[in-house]
T-cell receptor
Framework: GENVEQHPSTLSVQEGDSAVIKCTYS??????FPWYKQELGKGPQLIIDIRSNVGEKKDQRIAVTLNKTAKHFSLHITETQPEDSAVYFCAASISNFGNEKLTFGTGTRLTIIP | DGGITQSPKYLFRKEGQNVTLSCEQNLNHDAMYWYRQDPGQGLRLIYY???????QKGDIAEGYSVSREKKESFPLTVTSAQKNPTAFYLC?????????????FGNGTRLTVT
């Protein structure tokens, strides 16, 4: 089955700087890659996703890049703000399958230092 | 507001007792899921339900049971057969089972068994 590795497990950045979280996946058939943000005491929330027919997707300060050859994808957060502090999870799946096949990474705890 | 309600937020039980975690959604979603979250691990799927009166085992179903008698409700029972029941449990729902339907999570229940 699919295996998703996520790095780093913790990340601290100064407010205003950029943060990058990287995930690698094992199944070359995977073609759907969502990112979830989990704030303290809450459930995860989808913030952005990318499919394998594109290499990059942006939404304001958040972007995700995908390298199919190397089988890795990354989350980029620019101009970080205190509200970006949270745990971020990547996931991978094959779009022909269902959500039950989503494989999650182990999470990155991002701390923004004021 | 539409959403997913998990109750209680914290739950304490003695070893050997069964315990049921509540999950209710008013999003009119067909699919519902239960995940387990442990420190340093990704979200792991326990059970999922595509539609009322139907449910399937996920990756770590042993020691758990579910029911789906109503569209809005998907309770999870942690039985005494579950070897390591202490964990954070997340319920989620989506419009349907496809990955085009993002997961909407509740705020979780933290179960402690002593």
């Amino acid at each position: 089955g699919e295996n998703v590795e996520q790095h780093p497990s913790t990340l601290s950045v100064q407010e205003g700087d950029s943060a990058v979280i990287k995930c690698t996946y094992s199944d070359s058939a995977s073609n759907y890659f969502p990112w979830y943000k989990q704030e303290l005491g809450k459930g995860p929330q989808l913030i952005i996703d990318i499919r394998s027919n594109v290499g990059e997707k942006k939404d304001q300060r958040i972007a995700v890049t995908l390298n199919k050859t190397a089988k890795h994808f990354s989350l980029h957060i620019t101009e970080t703000q205190p509200e970006d502090s949270a745990v971020y999870f990547c996931a991978a799946s094959i779009s022909n399958f269902g959500n039950e096949k989503l494989t999650f990474g182990t999470g990155t705890r991002l701390t923004i230092i004021p | 507001d539409g959403g997913i309600t998990q109750s209680p937020k914290y739950l304490f039980r003695k070893e050997g007792q069964n315990v049921t975690l509540s999950c209710e959604q008013n999003l009119n979603h067909d699919a519902m899921y239960w995940y387990r979250q442990d420190p340093g691990q990704g979200l792991r799927l326990i059970y999922y339900s595509q539609i009322v009166n139907d449910f399937q085992k996920g990756d770590i179903a042993e020691g758990y049971s579910v029911s789906r008698e109503k569209k809005e409700s998907f309770p999870l029972t942690v039985t005494s057969a579950q070897k390591n029941p202490t964990a954070f449990y997340l319920c989620a729902s989506s419009i349907d089972l496809t990955v085009n339907s993002p997961l909407h999570f509740g705020n979780g229940t933290r179960l402690t068994v002593t």
